[in-house]
Each structure stands twice: as structure tokens, then as C-alpha cells.
T-cell receptor, first 113, second 116 residues
Framework: DAKTTQPTSMDCAEGRAANLPCNHSTISGNEYVYWYRQIHSQGPQYIIHGLKNNETNEMASLIITEDRKSSTLILPHATLRDTAVYYC??????????????FGTGTRLQVTL | SAVISQKPSRDICQRGTSLTIQCQVDSQVTMMFWYRQQPGQSLTLIAT?????????ESGFVIDKFPISRPNLTFSTLTVSNMSPEDSSIYLC?????????????FGPGTRLLVL
């Protein structure tokens, strides 16, 4: 699976949009971009994933560049409860048993008043 | 998504003892995984729990230290054997596959282990 690069930490004011970038310049055509977050001492929470089209759900939006070498996770109105470590993971799907996730160090998002 | 529970949620153990962690999911799933998260670190995959056969271990992890069972499609156990303080970590179960989950992986709440 391709490697990802994320900033170590970011701050965001409550109520503002949080834009978390991720670089995955070696991504292959059959690899998806997944985002998870981990709130302190809890299990990682699935947020969203996409292949090449932009995706939106009740939690966030995922914007993937046309060349698929980078993406941005957008939390439209950040709250204090969104303070967490956010992981961007590139992963092949439709691989049968080879569906493990490889976690990097992620981005620590701090939402402030 | 899926409802995943782990037991115990936390434990404090003495070195040299063993602890078995249980993972239960509320629907049948194809894949079950066990991860470890050492203090201040990211998650590392220990093994894939295979139903009806031996688990598949990642490099650096062995069956004698982390025996795994998966008797059916909704349940798995991980044992941390002959524990030392270096085994103090959060142990996480995750699941994927099946009609409800497709290929997205979902995580349990974790088991926090402290070895003295």
C-alpha cells in the first residue's frame, strides 16, 4: 500500500472548517484513500473513504485531487469533540484477505474555543 | 457499521502471567484483526484472525506470545502470554467484510493493559 504524509499537528477554531491535508503521491489506481480518527484512548473511528470522486457523509467531506496524489479531509464546522488524531490511509480493496490497514503517525487536530 | 465489544476494557497484570482478551461483534464478518498501540505510538497490526484455521501473524509477532482463536464469524480472542512491562499497551480488535460492513474496517473500544 502507498505511503502517506500528513502534518504532525493542526489547530482549528471551534465553528470553523478544519481542512486536513494528506499526500499520497505513490498511490496506485486500485488504492482507496481512507480516513479514521482516534479520540484520546478510544478505538479508531471510521470517517470516510474514496477512490477518485469527492465524497461527503454526515461527518465530513473528502476532496481528492484529479491526479489522486493528495487529498483533504474537511470537517465543515469543527467542535471541541473533533479534537483527535486523524489518520489518512491508502489501502487496496477487493484483495480478499489482504485488507489490513497500515497506520502512520497521523495529524493531531486541536479544536480551540 | 458494527457494534464491537471487547472484554476486559482494562486490566492490570503481573509479569509472567497471561491475559486473554475477547472480541465480540454483532454480525457475521469475514475478517477480524488484532492491533496493538503502545503508549504514545500509532497502531500496529499483530495478526489476522482466520475462522477455522491458524491466525496470520505480522513480522515481529509470534503465535507463542500472542495465540489467537476465532471459533466462528462473530468472536475472537487474543492472549498475551508470559507478560512483561513492555506488553503494556492498548489492544484493539477490528472487523471487516460481510454484507453490512463490506471492506471498511471498524474498531472495537480497545483493552488497556498495564503490566507491572
Amino acid at each position: 500500500d502507498a505511503k502517506t504524509t500528513q502534518p504532525t499537528s493542526m489547530d482549528c477554531a471551534e465553528g470553523r472548517a478544519a481542512n486536513l491535508p494528506c499526500n499520497h503521491s505513490t498511490i496506485s489506481g486500485n488504492e482507496y484513500v481512507y480516513w479514521y480518527r482516534q479520540i484520546h484512548s478510544q478505538g479508531p473511528q471510521y470517517i470516510i473513504h474514496g477512490l477518485k470522486n469527492n465524497e461527503t457523509n454526515e461527518m465530513a467531506s473528502l476532496i481528492i485531487t484529479e491526479d489522486r496524489k493528495s487529498s483533504t479531509l474537511i470537517l465543515p464546522h469543527a467542535t471541541l469533540r473533533d479534537t483527535a488524531v486523524y489518520y489518512c490511509i491508502v489501502r487496496r480493496v477487493n484483495t480478499g484477505t489482504a485488507s489490513k490497514l497500515t497506520f502512520g503517525t497521523g495529524t493531531r487536530l486541536q479544536v480551540t474555543l | 457499521s458494527a457494534v464491537i465489544s471487547q472484554k476486559p476494557s482494562r486490566d492490570i497484570c503481573q509479569r509472567g502471567t497471561s491475559l486473554t482478551i475477547q472480541c465480540q461483534v454483532d454480525s457475521q464478518v469475514t475478517m477480524m484483526f488484532w492491533y496493538r498501540q503502545q503508549p504514545g505510538q500509532s497502531l500496529t497490526l499483530i495478526a489476522t484472525a482466520n475462522q477455522g484455521s491458524e491466525a496470520t501473524y505480522e513480522s515481529g509477532f509470534v503465535i507463542d506470545k500472542f495465540p489467537i482463536s476465532r471459533p466462528n464469524l462473530t468472536f475472537s480472542t487474543l492472549t498475551v502470554s508470559n507478560m512483561s512491562p513492555e506488553d503494556s499497551s492498548i489492544y484493539l480488535c477490528s472487523v471487516a467484510g460481510g454484507f453490512r460492513l463490506q471492506e471498511t474496517q471498524y474498531f472495537g473500544p480497545g483493552t488497556r493493559l498495564l503490566v507491572l
